[in-house]
């Protein structure tokens, strides 16, 4: 790939950044659709970020993506914000527009076509289990209920943080259900046939941390798991469910389906499916 004075410039901005592996996939879909721009890492510390925001809009970069610890502590500044982000309460994408900063948030749709891609799993009418309350979270319980979800249940260590989340969409979604409780395991085995999928939004399982007693085999035969940690590929969870005979998928689904979505706003065409997918396989020796 050329870098000419004419090539536009993509990045993502987070702390730390390193680790990301955005670059790797965009600039793979960049290339094969044979555009001239490139995508890169901006390290960006949390007191740095309204000088970085600045700094971007004045060296014209054409979009970025916003990874932790800035989805939100971004929203005030920008020009605008999709409703879409406004409901997620967080901003993973900018485009610019004009001499305009939008904001938007592509983790909500990125993990809903995981669920269809990797899990054939159509939200709409099941009864979902959420582990955690966090900001993974939010964008799961609101993309869920935006699906048609007939209950979405949260499962929190803090209950107060977990009431704090849903009480934000009782109001806005009348043919959805929601309810909160404690990250019991006696209590989510004793509920656990209720539920159609499991959604583990925490950082639980990286490294190969467990839920210490979640039983999965107490889950309908038909049921899913959807781990969105993807470092280890299969989680003690995931190995767990596997083992049990549920369908199961990792983070990365929801990883390249947020790009996707990402570069589909900055250059307005869908970039071909599976490159990004692809990229990723590589890298992680897959
Ligand atoms: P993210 O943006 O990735 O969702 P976050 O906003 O910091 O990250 O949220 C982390 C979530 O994981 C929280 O729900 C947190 O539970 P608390 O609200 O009770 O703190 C949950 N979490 C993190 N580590 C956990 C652990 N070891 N066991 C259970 N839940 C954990």
Redesign the pocket.
């Known amino acids: 790939m050329d870098v000419t004075g004419k090539t536009r410039v993509l990045g993502i901005i987070g702390w730390p950044v390193a680790h990301s592996l955005s670059p790797l996939m965009q600039n793979a879909a960049l290339e094969a659709m044979g555009l001239d721009w490139v995508y890169v890492p901006f390290a960006v510390r949390e007191e740095e970020l309204a000088r970085a925001v600045t700094g971007l809009r004045a060296l014209g970069v054409a979009g970025f993506n916003v990874t ?1 610890p800035h ?1 939100t502590a971004i929203i005030p500044l920008l020009d605008r914000i999709t409703p879409e982000a406004r409901l997620m309460g967080a901003v993973n994408t900018v485009k610019r527009d004009g001499d305009e900063l939008v904001g938007h948030n592509t983790d909500g749709p990125g993990f809903i076509r995981s669920l269809g891609e990797d899990l054939g799993f159509d939200p709409a009418g099941k009864r979902i289990l959420i ?8 964008a799961a319980v609101a993309s869920l209920a935006q699906a048609g979800a007939a209950a979405v249940v949260v499962a ?3 209950v107060a ?2 009431e704090e989340l849903v009480e934000a969409f009782r109001g806005s979604f009348g043919g959805t259900q929601f309810a909160v409780m404690s ?1 019991d395991m006696p209590l989510i085995n004793a509920e656990a046939q209720n539920f159609d999928l499991i959604v583990n ?4 399982g990286m490294g190969g ?1 467990a ?1 210490e007693g979640l039983d999965v085999t107490r889950m309908k035969p038909a049921a899913s798991v959807y781990d969105m940690v993807y470092a280890p590929w299969e989680t003690p969870l995931l190995a767990e469910a596997t083992r049990a005979g549920l369908r199961c998928a990792n983070g990365i689904g929801m990883l390249v389906a947020q790009g996707e979505c990402a570069l589909a706003i900055w250059t307005g065409t869908e970039p071909p499916s599976g490159v990004m997918r692809r990229r990723i396989l590589a890298v992680l020796e897959r």
């Not at 955690?132 to 939010?138: N, T």
């Not at 939004?201 to 639980?204: A, E, G, L, Q």
């Open positions: 932790i989805k582990l955690g309350a966090g900001g993974a979270a939010r929190n260590r803090s943080k977990g990250l939004t925490t950082s639980v941390t839920f």
